[in-house]
């Protein structure tokens, strides 16, 4: 992963440069903090390696990929505020160390940044199709964020649902950031279309293994431990499908595991994975997550690319799974 | 009038068709609440107004009249979190009446939707110059608000930084849907520059006389007892420009009234009125405000526009300070 190593200095060296605004420091001290907590950058990493399939010079995919970052954070800031979350990358959250008002318009404004980078692109034309798709995800990533605010109350969340929602929550944005790089590189809309259904597999199968590893990943390999999911009560995928294949009996006893207020966690978490591993919940997810993989790497076949560079994508995806990024 | 009444009512009547999304509801709801409260749609009016300076068929800058017209609606729903306000319009305000989270949130589509919006005109070389105005001009409205929390907390807060503040936070939107509706009527950019110049000019004045009128309106003329800003010890042009003229005694006993925990509500009042007139206040924003209207009025001569459509904005500008919309 040589190509996306550089890519992804490349891309560190040019946010290294943007001053994110200038006056009410207020404002803008937010903004330069959240932008300045690091992250893996994935998602400007994979708009500019599809830019690069189509076109070695990456320079002018450049705004588009800090628009997709900007916007990513965005949502982080505001999202932190909805969860109350207290830390995001090991440091406060911006709310946290601001205080809502600020973290709130802030927010306002990175989503507004965005934009303006987005408007540094030079064809018209190009400005105008890919304004239009970035408006078309951010749209969906709203949604996404109220469907997984909606699932918290709700009761009967199916499985269909979750999977839309992780959809919309999380990968229509790294489908966006394929789809942005591969016209910004010159890319057919047919080529482009084939990577925003490479992306958009490719997230919901990174989703779903990220619930896997939450509750059956290696401590040792993924330096957490397993089951915070669990005590959180969260509906993921391994929840949602062990209530969907359990009997009666193990779904009360789920159900009450879910809604005990007083409960020793070790136990909680060893009872729930047992629920989960007599299920072969694990074996499932794994299943799922494989279909949506394959079906990803389905949509490469075909594309107009030299199979070295079709390499660097089954490569990336091959290390995304791996959590090697 | 008949003119500026014929587009509003052409607008309201676009404007119901709007659906403003579709699912999730907890998302949407709160978008359609927001927009069903009304409001005199002054920013679209004078968008549509301005197009048809230039060009009788208003129906295409429709979407461009919505655009900001649910981008100041996305600004009033963040704004009254902020604030903490518990009435719009005489309603619930969005937070308060489905919470903090669903208010942010929702307020985030908007300001997606309202570059929805703007990505439906047709020509993708206005599409970019438009957004690029838009986007401009929302940084700068987050710019003005982040302006006046702050002022809040400063008690350094000289006039010029003021009418900077009003500037960012209320007229640049106004200036800029004048632009926007010249530019998509087909104006020159000379013409359209005019007509941001006229309307940025306008909006100070505007806000000038609105602090005038929040301490010396005749209630009955207004429909409200005046002294609310003195009341909240808003730092207005009043208060501001006082502290410039007053005294050393007069200071400190302005600033004795602006910082009282306990208080009669009436005498406080009365006391800093007699102290604004004292110092002739009420004078010199009027004085101030007539400044600004006549630069405003001063960028219509010299427009493309044949001198009985120049009388429209006359008129407007007019019916504006009056407060007859």
């Not at 959809?167 to 229509?172: A, F, I, N």
């Not at 790294?174 to 590189?185: N, R």
């Not at 359990?246 to 994975?273: C, H, P």
């Amino acid at each position: 992963m040589q190509t996306l190593h550089q890519i992804q200095s490349e891309f560190q060296e040019y946010l290294d440069q943007q001053t994110f605004g200038t006056e009410p420091d207020n404002l803008y001290l937010p903004v330069r903090y959240i932008m300045s907590l690091g992250g893996k950058r994935l998602r400007p990493a994979v708009l500019l390696l599809c830019h690069k399939l189509f076109n070695d010079n990456i320079a002018p995919a450049m705004p588009a990929a800090l628009a997709i970052e900007v916007f990513h954070n965005f949502t982080l800031v505001h999202d932190d505020i909805m969860d109350q979350a207290p830390l995001r990358r090991g440091q406060p959250t911006v709310h946290h160390k601001y205080g809502t008002n600020k973290a709130i318009l802030s927010g306002d404004v990175m989503l507004v940044l965005a934009y303006q980078y987005l408007l540094r692109l030079e064809n018209p034309d190009l400005i105008t199709n890919i304004s239009k798709l970035f408006t078309k995800t951010a749209i969906e990533v709203c949604e996404g964020q109220q469907m997984d605010m909606d699932f918290e109350e709700r009761t009967d969340v199916t499985v269909d649902e979750y999977i839309r929602m992780i959809e919309l929550k999380t990968s229509v944005l790294v489908a966006a950031a394929m789809k942005i790089g591969a016209l910004t590189g010159g890319a057919g809309e047919n080529d482009a279309k084939r990577l925003y259904e490479f992306g958009r597999n490719l997230g919901i199968a990174f989703q779903l293994q990220d619930d896997l590893l939450d509750s059956f990943g290696d401590p040792e390999k993924f330096g957490k431990q397993p089951g915070g999911d669990i005590l959180q009560n969260k509906k993921t995928y391994l929840f949602l499908k062990a209530l969907e294949l359990a009997d009666a009996d193990t779904k009360t006893e789920l159900l009450n595991w879910y809604s005990a207020t007083d409960f020793d966690e070790g136990k909680k978490i060893q009872s729930v994975k047992g629920i989960f591993s007599k299920l072969e919940i694990p074996a499932h997810t794994e299943q799922l997550k494989t279909a949506f993989e394959e079906k990803a790497l389905g949509r490469l076949s075909g594309l107009n690319v030299s199979p070295d560079r079709i390499e660097w994508l089954r490569a990336f995806a091959k290390r995304l799974m791996q959590r090697k990024f």
